[in-house]
């Protein structure tokens, strides 16, 4: 073998070398939704982030960031930490399914820390300080806001959609829970994976959403209503999404008792694979419109 065969070989050895370094590491980093959106770009994933006793969902397509709902006030340091470690620097869509403050409390940090291109909001009001300076801001930086009204779809890019089913029109009025059964219910589609996203919409709403979207509320994956507790996650409702997997969000120890051991039962008696965030922390779905794949930080 001559001087430059043997350089050759030298060569295609070393070539060989780092496509198997590069294909282990692609192995390894399968499923962390940052990299295989940053290196396939084609996939979308669904993070339900581990901020407590609240909400906070980050949606991300090869196209856009969206966040629904932002978690309670003592988290939001929290959850900007956790955008920012996911590199977002704007969100494209930021969707508060009702104004609670463990939904709406982590707003004022997001809006101080990121670029906010739209806001889609239930239409609900309330006299809360938080959500005074939720509206204020929004009006202050001229920020689009839409109050989403049921059938209305939204394209998260790449075709991810987003389709809205409720809170339907006239909202509740004159009950305790209205603010919650007036949620955001939206169902995200991408290829044949589907999450239904549910707020803290309670069996009144559920039994509207059914009526109404009945026939197409069956879902992949179900954000469990309301962290879990007894009063969401009706029977009939959770037939009609049959979905294979439930995600609660939920702090540990909460002073709600959430979730609720009878709505865990009924995930358990549906054979639900069932993942919770003060369990399993952060709970990333990931799918390329055909399968899916979850992880859970712990
Ligand atoms: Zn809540």
Redesign the pocket.
Known sequence: MDFFSKRYVRIVAILLFVVLLAGCGLKKTEGGATQNIATQGKNLSVEVLDIG???AILIRTAGQNVLVDSGDIPMKEKLVAYLKKAGIKTIDKVIITHP?A??LGGMAAVFDNFEVKAVYDSGQTTTTATYKKYLATIKKKSIPFNVVSPGEQVDLGDVVSLKFLAPQKPLFSGGKDDL?NNSIVAKLVYGNFSMLLT??AEQEAEARILKEYGGELKSTVLKSG??GSNTASSEPFLQAVSPEVVVISVGENNDYHHPHPSTIKKYQNAKLKIYRTDQNGTVTITSNGQGYTINKEK
């Open positions: 006793q609240g909400d609670h463990d939904h919650n707020g803290d309301h962290h």
